[in-house]
């Protein structure tokens, strides 16, 4: 059972708009503590796709977004393309465990 | 460019011990704290443990699950972090990530993570 509570999957046909949702608590989110987000590829490794709630890296597209409300953040991916099919964690601080804590990861299908 | 390179891993029995690396370059190495963090097949990822910067006394922290039976350590004239594994479970069985955390306060977020190596407990 992880810290952070996403979705299992989500889908949505190429061009739409879809957002993964990441449920936290009064001792991560809620706390204040920032979300970040990860997208892993098939068979790679996680890579950093938005950080400190909602900035971007360099190099990132900007159909991918981050916003942070209360104890919850969401990741929202608009003009859906085929090759953003992978799975996102979202990841923050929790103060009561002291390290860090990851949601349980959300695939993301192209329909 | 940022690499971090894991060796180490491999097929180890049930109670057996383990020790990983992590080559790091292209960062300054002795300066950044380095994370591990863990994938079982299918599964999400696990935060593993972390170790700091000398600046920061080379402090430790571990998860609960393996907390008692694996310890981080790095070695800064050879840019390479440790992950030694002690007492081997078979739910211990996943990819281990090598990661750099941005920072080394609890806003911060991994911002390299290496290739990955398979650990296989089983008997």
């Known amino acids: 059972q992880s810290v952070l509570t996403q979705p299992p999957s989500v889908s949505g046909a190429p061009g739409q708009r879809v957002t993964i949702s990441c449920t936290g608590s009064s001792s991560n989110i809620g706390a204040g503590y920032d979300v970040h987000w990860y997208q892993q590829l098939p068979g790679t490794a996680p890579k950093l796709l938005i950080h400190g709630n909602s900035n971007r890296p360099s190099g990132v597209p900007d159909r991918f977004s981050g916003s942070k409300s209360g104890t919850s953040a969401s990741l929202a991916i608009t003009g859906l393309q085929a090759e953003d099919e992978a799975d996102y964690y979202c990841?923050?601080?929790?103060?009561?465990?002291?390290?860090?804590?990851f949601g349980g990861g959300t695939k993301l299908t192209v329909l | 460019e940022v690499q971090l390179v894991e060796s180490g891993g491999g097929l180890v029995q049930p109670g057996g011990s383990l020790k990983l690396s992590c080559a790091a370059s292209?960062?300054?190495?002795?300066?950044?704290?380095m994370h591990w963090v863990r994938q079982a097949s299918g599964k999400g990822l696990e935060w593993v443990g972390r170790?700091?910067?000398?600046?920061?006394?080379?402090?430790?922290a571990y998860a609960a699950s393996v907390k008692g039976r694996f310890t981080i350590s790095r070695d800064d004239s050879k840019n390479t972090a440790y992950l030694q594994m002690n007492s081997l479970k078979i739910e211990d069985t996943a990819v281990y990530y090598c990661?750099?955390?941005?920072?080394?306060?609890?806003?911060?977020?991994?911002?390299?993570w290496g290739q990955g190596t398979l650990v296989t407990v089983s008997s």
């Open positions: 292209g960062f300054t190495f002795s300066g950044s704290a």
């Open positions: 990841q923050s601080y929790d103060s009561s465990l002291s390290g860090r804590v």
């Open positions: 170790i700091r910067s000398k600046a920061n006394s080379y402090a430790t």
């Open positions: 990661t750099r955390l941005s920072g080394d306060d609890s806003s911060s977020w991994y911002r390299d």
